[in-house]
């Protein structure tokens, strides 16, 4: 599969070269001024490349941040990294001291520059940390396996790497190992163990209310999707031989969960360019270059995450391993828990990601908060108008209230 997708890949180069040189040609008005179909031509060209699938991690465009009357310049820094992941931190220059936050970004097909939006209101009052997933395809074999186990064992690392009374902020997929690293640290009275974990639109437990992927996931067994959705990465990339599952193969699947959605949101992206609605094109581009920016996955995380996560259900039901040790969300006692569910949300419906109140048991009740966002469906619970005026504002209040 992979293989055939770098051959088309590469057989379209030349196709998307001359096309890029014709936009450049024929946006000169020297050239092409008084030829009508110019203007055609060139908002043809514009969505050819916007259509283009790429693997290289977007930029994350956070220069500085505004808060109240005052602005920072914010610089980016490697705290930690390992083959796998970078814990990369937004360093604002001349703020003050401010409660730790580490985002911890999903690894499902893209880059954790999806939610630079969601670490750009943290920065408002947060020395934001995120964890920055590489591209596994990029990753030589020597470098060994990264699964389930070595996902939650990043986030350990992270968290001891920044300290006591840093607080954690898991978005979808990763509120799982987030809630079991959190567990284990408290477990094991770790020094670092956070003091307060939300977990935003995840699937805790996906028994409940069952979406459209969740019936997918169930739909077949583990060995269909080790079959028909792992590949190898060709020889000429740096991961080259290892198996994953690849990018573009997700971002198909959440591109046909929406396919009239993208379809039109291409059609008035060429309607903008030709009728000079400039400020409406922008926003189309600047959206499509961050989501056809794919990361492939670890073969091994992605099959264990379909098989512990959404077909056996092992957190929910208390037969969740780590390293051949049980995970156990009733031994965080010190960790204040927010939960935060979209009402729309088709991907990770609500109730899946409130399941996390009753595993951790022995929290005592005015530790735990949690908050169904209205009229919102999955990424509206981090990102958009509604995360920055309502969300946030209870995020904020929770860390706050949690520092020593």
């Known amino acids: 599969m992979y293989p055939a997708y770098q051959a088309h890949a590469d057989l379209l180069w030349p196709l998307r070269a001359a096309t890029r040189l014709s936009v450049n040609f024929l946006q000169d008005p020297a050239i092409t001024a008084g030829w009508p179909p110019a203007r055609q031509l060139t908002a043809a060209g514009k969505v050819f490349e916007l259509a283009q699938v790429t693997h290289t991690r977007p930029a994350?465009?956070?220069?500085?941040?505004?808060?109240?009357?005052?602005?920072?310049?914010?610089?980016?820094?490697?705290?930690?990294?390992?083959?796998?992941?970078?814990?990369?931190?937004?360093?604002?220059?001349?703020?003050?001291?401010?409660?730790?936050?580490?985002?911890?970004?999903?690894?499902?097909?893209?880059?954790?520059?999806?939610?630079?939006?969601?670490?750009?209101?943290?920065?408002?009052?947060?020395?934001?940390?995120?964890?920055?997933?590489?591209?596994?395809?990029?990753?030589?074999?020597?470098?060994?396996?990264?699964?389930?186990?070595?996902?939650?064992?990043?986030?350990?690392?992270?968290?001891?790497?920044?300290?006591?009374?840093?607080?954690?902020?898991?978005?979808?997929?990763?509120?799982?190992?987030?809630?079991?690293?959190?567990?284990?640290?408290?477990?094991?009275?770790?020094?670092?163990?956070?003091?307060?974990?939300?977990?935003?639109?995840?699937?805790?437990?996906?028994?409940?209310?069952?979406?459209?992927?969740?019936?997918?996931?169930?739909?077949?067994?583990?060995?269909?999707?080790?079959?028909?959705?792992?590949?190898?990465v060709p020889w000429r990339h740096r991961g080259a031989g290892r198996r994953v599952y690849p990018g573009f193969v997700q971002l198909s699947a959440f591109m046909s969960m929406n396919k009239d959605r993208h379809a039109n949101a291409f059609t008035d992206y060429y309607k903008h360019l030709v009728t000079d609605e400039f400020d409406k094109a922008e926003a189309t581009r600047v959206f499509y270059e961050e989501y056809m920016a794919v990361a492939d996955l670890s073969a091994d995380f992605y099959l264990e995450t379909v098989e512990r996560v959404f077909q056996t259900f092992d957190l929910p039901r208390g037969e969740l391993m780590f390293k051949g040790r049980r995970v156990n969300p009733a031994a965080i006692r010190r960790t204040a828990l927010l939960t935060v569910?979209?009402?729309?949300?088709?991907?990770?419906?609500?109730?899946?990601?409130?399941?996390?109140?009753?595993?951790?048991?022995?929290?005592?009740?005015?530790?735990?908060?949690?908050?169904?966002?209205?009229?919102?469906?999955?990424?509206?619970v981090f990102s958009g108008r509604r995360w920055q005026h309502q969300v946030y504002p209870l995020v904020r209040h929770v860390i706050q209230v949690s520092q020593p």
């Open 60 to 232: 994350w465009r956070i220069a500085h941040i505004d808060s109240g009357r005052e602005r920072w310049p914010v610089v980016e820094e490697a705290v930690l990294t390992t083959p796998f992941a970078t814990l990369l931190r937004f360093r604002r220059e001349g703020a003050p001291p401010a409660p730790k936050v580490l985002v911890v970004a999903p690894m499902s097909g893209h880059f954790a520059t999806l939610l630079r939006e969601t670490a750009r209101t943290l920065l408002q009052d947060h020395d934001v940390y995120i964890t920055d997933w590489h591209n596994v395809r990029d990753v030589p074999l020597s470098a060994g396996r990264f699964g389930l186990d070595e996902y939650t064992q990043h986030l350990i690392d992270f968290i001891a790497a920044m300290g006591p009374g840093a607080n954690v902020v898991a978005v979808c997929q990763p509120c799982v190992s987030a809630l079991a690293a959190v567990a284990l640290m408290a477990e094991d009275d770790h020094p670092a163990t956070p003091a307060s974990l939300t977990l935003m639109a995840g699937p805790i437990d996906c028994r409940i209310s069952p979406t459209e992927v969740n019936k997918l996931a169930t739909s077949k067994p583990i060995e269909w999707f080790r079959k028909n959705l792992v590949s190898h």
């Open 341 to 380: 569910e979209g009402e729309r949300d088709d991907i990770c419906s609500v109730g899946q990601t409130l399941a996390a109140q009753e595993l951790a048991s022995s929290l005592k009740l005015y530790m735990r908060t949690h908050y169904i966002q209205p009229n919102v469906g999955h990424y509206g």
